[in-house]
């Protein structure tokens, strides 16, 4: 009896394991939106990667080294969530770093097709792969780095809209873009 315990007992926890999500984005710059996201991540999976993508068909404001460095400096405190860089295939870095899953943000249905695509053509290139979706906090579901973005240019405050770290990066950027 007690080695059919130990053996269902083993088994339990193969199959658990850790389990990490890859939270991929552009992260142009991180946002409360993001925040939101990565924080009811981290209370559902042992491991978060929040995975900025190099994405320079998107013309980002801010390089690589800085939206990855902004993003740390905002989740430090969030002891599961780690953030990395990838550039090619997104499923391919997912099993790179042992990940199951793939969290992705919706926020109003505007969003859906686009990412309904996207979560079907991952399955199809690696069907191991799960795409999980996370609603923000209402509040949030109008956020996007680009409509950040286009504030801060304007001179508006974006404080209530991106962690400070990200506000004083912005204001100092687009200072710099002004007088350049
Ligand atoms: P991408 O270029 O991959 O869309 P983003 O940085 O814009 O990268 O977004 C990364 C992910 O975060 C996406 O799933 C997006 O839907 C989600 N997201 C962006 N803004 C918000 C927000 N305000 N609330 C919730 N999810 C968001």
């Known amino acids: 009896m007690p080695i059919f315990k130990w053996a269902f007992a083993g088994s339990l926890l193969d199959y658990g394991g850790m389990r990490t999500v890859v939270y991929p984005g552009s992260f142009d710059p991180l946002t409360n939106g993001h925040l939101d996201v990565v924080q009811r991540a981290a209370k559902l999976f042992d491991r978060v990667i929040l995975a900025v993508a190099q994405n320079d068909s998107k013309n980002p404001l801010f390089t690589l080294r800085e939206r990855r460095q902004l993003a740390a400096q905002c989740v430090k405190r ?29 926020r109003a249905v505007s969003d859906f097709e686009f990412e309904f695509q996207l979560a079907l053509m991952n399955r199809k290139l690696n069907e191991r792969v799960e795409t999980i979706f996370m609603m923000p906090k209402d509040t949030y579901t109008f956020l996007s780095s680009r409509i950040v973005k286009e504030i801060a240019r304007l001179g508006g405050d974006v404080s209530p809209f991106v962690p400070p770290q990200v506000q004083t990066a912005l204001t100092a950027r687009l200072r710099g873009r002004r007088k350049g």
């Open 78 to 106: 969030l002891a599961n969530v780690e953030v990395d860089t990838f550039d090619g295939l997104l499923v391919e870095y997912v099993e790179r770093r042992s990940a199951q899953a793939i969290i992705r943000g919706l």
